[in-house]
């Protein structure tokens, strides 16, 4: 979910057949209801289909965003048809028209390449960078950039960024969940689902928080670090599902289960926040500011942090395809 002018969020749905991109505008007076718009609705296979996480605002108000399957290539191993693809949303230029969507990019699904595409992050330049679920070197997914051409109509340049693997550290992190958020200097930072360094409550970890740091010279490897590993319930998230920068410069995020609420031994997720050091030196710290309960319990990716500290986000439930908007106020 992302925020544009006027306070209107945008988001992504993947019930119902294939997905669909929609708005919520805020109502026009205080305890009114917000409206809710069907911006773009998937079609065919070459078009894309099942968004599986938010879309992210660029200029002009255009909307950036991936599906997981679909696109030109035939099959990728996956129950649907596809590697996934990269696509642009582009408002309308009278009040009321229709939105028009463009592939620009779609996964080979090569084994060097990503699939199962996820939440994009825009670099000033215009650059996108996401990430994969799986592919990569490892198999384990990736962090990729995608360039945009240099002349209008020609093509979008993707070059894998990191591939995600266990290493010998302890450090070890798998499978890159949705949402890149950029700091200074152009580091990348996000989540991994499984694996870090906390393994007793969640068997082979409960998820990280890393860093993807550019290189000092073009063409060298990006150097990755773990800011933060996850320990479950009932003290803490396990399953993170990306991170957003606040203006205070605090990394906020939502977790898929652990915390204090009652949806069985995993938990219902928490809402956290990963304030940086003031030196370099020190850790990060990492804060549950909600212990998530039904039927707010279950928060799909990509959350976002409006001017006065209020984070929104979205939940699913998968057997009634059903879900909410929320709030959380500080």
Not at 267 to 294: H, K, M, Q, Y
Request: one cysteine or more; aromatic letters at 10%; glycine letters at 20%.
């Amino acid at each position: 979910m992302t925020i544009g002018a006027g306070g209107v969020l945008y988001g992504t749905t993947n019930g119902n057949g294939i997905g669909t991109v929609f708005s919520l505008s805020p109502p026009s007076s205080p305890g009114g209801a917000w409206s809710e718009h069907v911006l773009h609705v998937f079609g065919s296979n070459a078009d894309g289909s099942n968004p599986g996480a938010g879309v992210t605002i660029g200029a002009g108000g255009v909307l950036y965003g991936t599906t997981q399957f679909g696109g030109s290539v035939a099959a990728c191993g996956q129950e649907e048809p596809g590697c996934g693809t990269v696509f642009s949303l582009t408002p309308p230029t009278a009040p009321g028209g229709a939105w028009t969507e463009a592939v620009l990019y779609t996964f080979p699904g090569t084994s060097s390449d990503g699939c199962g595409t996820q939440n994009l992050a825009i670099g000033k330049e215009g650059e996108l960078y996401g990430t994969s679920y799986s592919g990569g070197a490892s198999g384990a997914g990736t962090v990729f950039s995608l360039t945009p051409p240099r002349s209008r109509g020609g093509r979008w340049a993707e070059k894998v960024l990191y591939s995600f693997g266990d290493n010998s550290a302890g450090f070890a992190v798998s499978v890159p969940s949705p949402g890149l958020a950029i700091g200074r200097d152009g580091v990348l930072y996000g989540t991994t689902g499984f694996l870090g360094t906390t393994t007793a409550t969640c068997g082979g970890g409960c998820g990280t928080v890393f860093s993807l740091t550019p290189p000092a010279s073009p063409g060298s490897a990006w150097t990755e670090a773990v800011l933060y590993s996850f320990a479950g319930a009932p003290n803490d998230g396990s399953g993170p599902l990306g991170v957003v920068f606040g203006s205070d410069g605090v990394l906020y995020g939502a977790t898929s289960g652990g915390g204090a609420g009652a949806c069985g031994q995993a938990g219902c997720g928490t809402i956290f926040s990963l304030t940086p050091p003031a030196d370099a030196s020190r850790t990060w710290t990492e804060a549950v500011l909600c212990n998530l309960t039904l039927p707010n319990a279950y928060v799909n990716p990509g959350l976002a942090v409006g001017k006065d500290g209020v984070i929104f986000g979205a939940t699913s439930l998968v057997d009634t395809n059903t879900g909410t908007v929320f709030a959380l106020e500080p």
